[in-house]
């Protein structure tokens, strides 16, 4: 029971402590960034790899939106909303490296029906790579839409403001996404 509340206490203090560290951030104080940059770095460089599909461009690109968010800070309204800001930064950096790029996204090609099954069970790497190539059957936006609610975690409400389209857009684009990964998906856990 007192780890449920120590839990729960905890929850409370980060997210005051984000508020604190942005109000802190917004007077020119630059440690009370950097450790917003440390508690967030992770997660949005992950959104950018999946997105961008390149280690090196997703290292640079989250650089870049750490010190675009830094720039603008005096520009949040609302610290509460900070995370949906800050990966709507990182969107709007994804896509412009992508149209920059013209490039089409890499595909890992794998072949889900070679995969090296022991007691019906996939290794973790061919699993991680089936997912992986499943999401590049995806359109971009498709597959942001599945990145930010599956791998992010995000509300409807957070990715629409996000992706700067309406919350219809969004489920429609998520919910087909979901579609078509079960339809790529299923064969394997057929196999299973």
Same mark, same amino acid.
């Given at each position: 029971?007192?780890?449920?509340?120590?839990?729960?206490?905890?929850?409370?203090?980060?997210?005051? =402590?984000?508020?604190?560290?942005?109000?802190?951030?917004?007077?020119? $104080?630059?440690?009370?960034?950097?450790?917003?940059?440390?508690?967030?770095?992770?997660?949005?460089?992950?959104?950018?790899?999946?997105?961008?599909?390149?280690? =090196?461009?997703?290292?640079?690109?989250? $650089?870049?939106?750490?010190?675009?968010?830094? &720039?603008?800070?005096?520009?949040?309204?609302?610290?509460?909303?900070? /995370?949906?800001?800050?990966?709507?930064?990182?969107?709007?950096?994804?896509?412009?490296?992508?149209?920059?790029?013209?490039?089409?996204?890499?595909?890992?090609?794998?072949?889900? /029906?070679?995969?090296?099954?022991?007691?019906?069970?996939?290794?973790?790497?061919?699993?991680?790579?089936?997912? =992986? /190539?499943?999401?590049?059957?995806?359109?971009?936006? $498709?597959? =942001?839409?599945?990145?930010?609610?599956?791998?992010?975690?995000?509300?409807?409400?957070?990715?629409?403001?996000?992706?700067?389209?309406?919350? /219809?857009?969004?489920?429609?684009?998520?919910?087909?996404?979901?579609?078509?990964?079960?339809?790529?998906?299923?064969?394997? &856990?057929?196999?299973?």
């Amino acid at each position: 029971m007192r780890l449920d509340t120590y839990g729960a206490e905890r929850l409370i203090f980060r997210e005051v =402590e984000d508020r604190d560290l942005i109000a802190k951030a917004r007077k020119g $104080q630059v440690e009370p960034y950097n450790l917003l940059v440390s508690r967030w770095e992770k997660r949005v460089f992950n959104y950018l790899y999946r997105l961008v599909g390149d280690r =090196e461009d997703a290292m640079d690109l989250t $650089q870049d939106v750490f010190l675009k968010a830094y &720039q603008a800070l005096p520009k949040l309204e609302d610290p509460a909303r900070f /995370s949906g800001w800050l990966f709507r930064i990182a969107h709007n950096e994804a896509y412009s490296l992508l149209r920059k790029n013209r490039l089409d996204d890499a595909e890992i090609t794998y072949d889900p /029906s070679t995969a090296n099954l022991t007691g019906g069970r996939m290794y973790p790497m061919e699993l991680s790579l089936t997912v =992986e /190539s499943a999401l590049g059957r995806l359109t971009p936006e $498709q597959r =942001e839409a599945v990145l930010l609610k599956v791998f992010q975690g995000f509300k409807f409400e957070e990715m629409a403001e996000v992706l700067g389209i309406p919350v /219809s857009t969004v489920k429609s684009r998520l919910y087909t996404a979901l579609d078509l990964l079960k339809d790529v998906l299923a064969p394997m &856990q057929a196999q299973r």
